[in-house]
């Protein structure tokens, strides 16, 4: 299997290195990092989608818009159609057919926002993840993050449980359907109900993206936690439950330091992360 890590989206919240911990400027930069994984027998298969093209085109629709103004605002977010997985994917020279399937972390608005330039795609997701997000919104994170405009044209959804086999002490979903065996769910409940990791097995080792399990590179393969203030309130303001959050970030931070050669791990929004991962250096 070979793998391309994709950003299919950027953030630039006002704060600067308070959010990313580099920039100089007034303005941060966060990502939206997705994978593309080419199978020789399944096809396709995205791992998140970023902002689709209906948010580009869109971006303050109403009444009922895609992503709302108070998360458009509170990231600054940047709508562009070349950053979209479909016109990235084309440029591959591939078609969106050839994306037979999309595995999702969660369906935060931030990574689901392209669902529906894939039609033919069938989505693997948590149950539980389904549950929280088709069901009442109520409050003003689930208002904010949920947005059912991005996904109520989606047809074939594969849900799963939250059961399963070990993998380097986690639970794991293997055997998703229509999918290779080296491809599983690895369910991190906390930032929401039903978010999970998506593992991908390949020729030396492991890659995990950890989907919002984590936001910083600082709170990974560092024996202490390192964090922003920016992305630690953000992550404390969107989490549903924290203990589950911080339990599952601790365990994925053991697990990138004592199986470090044997697992690369990356996060959905730290463009550090990315930059590196793109270009083969990720440590």
Not at 99 to 125: C, K, N, S, Y
Not at 234 to 245: A, F, I, S
Request: glycine share 12%; hydrophobic share 35%; aromatic share 8%.
């Amino acid at each position: 299997m070979r793998v391309h890590h994709l950003n299919c989206g950027t953030d630039c919240p006002l704060g600067g290195a308070l959010f990313d911990g580099r920039s100089v400027g007034l303005t941060g930069r966060l990502v939206c990092h997705c994978l593309l994984i080419e199978t020789d027998a399944h096809g396709l298969v995205l791992v998140d989608t970023g902002y689709g093209l209906k948010d580009v085109d869109h971006p303050h629709r109403r009444p009922h818009p895609r992503i709302t103004r108070t998360m458009r605002t509170l990231l600054n977010i940047h709508l562009r159609e070349r950053d979209t997985a479909i016109r990235q994917i084309e440029a591959l020279g591939h078609t969106a057919r050839d994306v037979r399937h999309i595995v999702l972390t969660h369906l935060d608005f931030d990574h689901a926002g392209g669902l529906e330039d894939f039609p033919e795609a069938t989505i693997h997701l948590m149950d539980a993840e389904w549950t929280a997000a088709t069901g009442p919104r109520t409050g003003f994170v689930p208002r904010n993050r949920y947005r059912p405009a991005q996904f109520n044209e989606v047809g074939e959804w594969r849900r799963y449980g939250a059961s399963g086999e070990s993998w380097f002490g986690f639970d794991a979903v293997r055997g998703l359907e229509g999918l290779p065996p080296e491809i599983l769910l690895v369910p991190l409940p906390g930032h929401t109900w039903g978010h999970a990791g998506v593992a991908i097995g390949k020729p030396g080792g492991w890659l995990l993206h950890a989907g919002d399990a984590y936001f910083y590179r600082g709170e990974m393969r560092e024996a202490r936690r390192r964090c922003t203030p920016g992305l630690r309130g953000y992550q404390t303001m969107m989490e549903v439950d924290r203990g589950l959050r911080m339990d599952n970030q601790e365990r994925l931070r053991r697990l990138s330091i004592e199986q470090r050669h044997e697992i690369k791990i990356v996060c959905a929004h730290d463009a550090v992360e990315f930059e590196q991962a793109a270009a083969g250096r990720l440590l």
